[in-house]
């Protein structure tokens, strides 16, 4: 079946603007991720959602990033207010929460953001 | 708070040569463990999960083990092809739904 899609691929925007990524997840898959991989950061969390709540949410750097998730599926990452440190690739994740499952992630391709 | 280490960051072998990759953490109250792989530009391939009551985990010419009380997780590679150049990425969770915590990766090349 389909992986994991984000959408836009790559995306490059103005210092100052806003920005949404789109992350749509295995179908059926509970939970999902969003993390940021930035040179000499490395891959860092940012939030996590069961289903439409998000209760983990201790990644978020700023106010300036947000997220959410409608039907228990698509999650949207805005970011207001870019600034050039955001430039990094925002990757998504999605793993299915049953009992006697692995709660493998599985992630997508990623976003490419970069802030001039 | 969970630190994951990987080390050396860089690594240049011959073609057919074996050989491990570290990964250690310091947190050994963890869920499970994965090494995953990643392609310039692209994102992450998962390549073996070990459960926290594992030992090991093997897929083709990989093998993953795993020791949770002394914070160690290795990557063998057997019989390394160029095809296997990429960057090594290992992940440790606390808890089912919780993060991944990642080191930073071991940037693998193998030289024809």
Do not use: M
Request: charged letters at 20%; one cysteine or more.
């Amino acid at each position: 079946g389909a992986g994991v899609s984000q959408s836009p691929s790559n995306k490059v925007t103005e210092k100052g603007k806003d920005v949404e990524l789109r992350c749509d997840p295995i179908s059926g898959h509970t939970a999902l991720y969003w993390y940021r991989q930035s040179l000499g950061q490395g891959l860092e969390f940012l939030i996590y959602f069961q289903g439409n709540s998000a209760p983990d949410k201790s990644g978020l750097p700023s106010d300036r990033f947000s997220a959410e998730r409608t039907g228990g599926s698509v999650s949207t990452l805005t970011i207001q207010r870019t600034q050039q440190e955001d430039s990094a690739v925002y990757l998504c994740a999605s793993s299915l929460t049953l009992a006697l499952s692995s709660y493998e992630q599985y992630f997508g391709p990623g976003t490419r953001l970069t802030v001039t | 708070k969970q630190e994951v280490t990987q080390i050396p960051a860089a690594l240049s072998v011959p073609e057919g040569e074996n050989l491990v990759l570290n990964c250690s953490f310091t947190d050994s109250a963890i869920y499970n463990l994965q090494w995953f792989r990643q392609d310039p530009g692209k994102g992450l391939t998962s390549l073996l999960l070990i459960q926290s009551s594992q030992r090991e985990q093997t897929s083709g010419r990989l093998n993953a083990s795993l020791d949770k009380s002394s914070g160690r997780s290795t990557l063998y590679i057997a019989a390394s092809q160029p095809g296997d150049s990429a960057t090594y990425l290992c992940a440790v969770r606390a808890g089912a739904n919780s993060k991944l915590t990642f080191g930073k990766g071991i940037t693998l090349s193998v030289r024809p």
